[in-house]
Nanobody
Framework: QEQLVESGGGLVKTGGSLRLSCVAY????????INWFRQAPGKEREFVAA????????YYADSVKGRFTISRDNANGTVYLQMNNLKPEDTAVYYC????????????????WGQGTQVTVSL
């Protein structure tokens, strides 16, 4: 059964770093691009980072550009989000999601979602 499982969230101080992992279970995910979204308290879920299927191109929300890096380990079926220089406004539940087509920044393009992992950045 296809499933996405995130891990790596936690509590970190401003300026700190975390690396999130998303493990894709299921053979179907070999054909999917897996990307990252987040949802802060009281706000709508928003796009964070994407990598195209080939891994050649990456895309980031302006708010995280230069601080976050998306990467992929195909051998282990894992997608990572390295988050550096974290800020309190990065506090959110982070989700990985999988899609085969459509706009990478739109939630409606994604077929599968993980359960989310909490990231909290303190002052």
């Amino acid at each position: 059964q296809e499933q996405l499982v995130e891990s790596g969230g936690g509590l970190v101080k401003t300026g700190g770093s975390l690396r999130l992992s998303c493990v894709a279970y299921g053979r179907r995910f070999a054909a999917y691009a897996i990307n990252w979204f987040r949802q802060a308290p009281g706000k709508e879920r928003e796009f964070v980072a994407a990598m195209n299927w080939s891994g050649v191109s990456t895309y980031y929300a302006d708010s995280v550009k230069g601080r976050f890096t998306i990467s992929r380990d195909n051998a282990n079926g894992t997608v990572y989000l390295q988050m550096n220089n974290l800020k309190p406004e990065d506090t959110a539940v982070y989700y990985c999601a999988a899609r085969t087509k459509g706009d990478y920044s739109r939630e409606s393009s994604y077929e599968y979602w993980g359960q989310g992992t909490q990231v909290t950045v303190s002052l």
